[in-house]
């Protein structure tokens, strides 16, 4: 692994201003979900420090154009911080900007396999996982991190250089922030093995 600190990157940036939607955007947009109507009126209580997964709810964002997130209960203690994600953790609320501590960026490589390849369409098969933070305020400032399976396997920054874990994390719509201990991937013998094919535009450090 490559380690830095975000804040010495060229590509750290503070004074983002980014559109967050409002509370009564979110409640519309999730009533019209029949899934998230359910997981909503079941209430579960969520708490500073817990472990989650977090991830871009396709189906809300599709059917309203509101990006939401899905917060995942942890599936494992360990695994996730070796590319064993909470995807297919029980969704326990939705928020549009989520922050996390200790956070890892996993990627289920087969289902990206076959999304990249044209085989299935789009499933959860990815997330953010870390502890959820509920008391710091709220920032946008760090490095940008995106993932779009057609492109990439594993999340990345602007310079495609893929992304393991990040200290501080803020989550909003397509693109999270990453702040403090920055760890990236430094060649693809230490990565998540690739399965199968489909090209991937990654940056090795």
């Not at 289920?108 to 959860?124: D, F, L, M, N």
Request: aromatic share 8%; charged share 25%; hydrophobic share 40%.
């Amino acid at each position: 692994m490559i380690v830095i600190d975000a804040a010495t990157s060229a590509r750290y940036l503070e004074g983002r201003k980014l559109t967050v939607p409002p509370q009564h955007c979110v409640d519309e947009a999730l009533s019209k979900d029949a899934v998230a109507r359910r997981i909503t009126k079941q209430g579960a209580l969520i708490k500073d420090g817990d472990l989650v997964g977090v991830r871009l709810n396709l189906n809300v964002l599709k059917s309203t154009g509101v990006a939401v997130h899905s917060i995942h209960r942890a599936t494992n203690t360990l695994g996730y911080k070796a590319n064993k994600g909470f995807w297919n953790g029980k969704v326990l609320a939705y928020a549009p900007v989520v922050q996390l501590r200790h956070a890892y960026f996993n990627v289920q490589q087969s289902a990206r396999e076959r999304i990249a390849a044209g085989t299935a369409y789009k499933s959860p098969h990815a997330c953010i996982d870390g502890e959820l933070d509920l008391v710091s305020e709220r920032r946008t400032d760090g490095i940008e991190v995106r993932f779009n399976p057609k492109d990439v396997r594993f999340f990345v920054d602007l310079d495609n250089r893929a992304v393991a874990y990040a200290e501080e994390v803020t989550i909003i719509g397509h693109r999270c922030y990453a702040r403090g201990e920055i760890w990236y991937y430094q060649s693809i013998e230490e990565a998540p093995a690739q399965v199968g094919d489909a090209a991937c535009a990654v940056n090795w450090c």
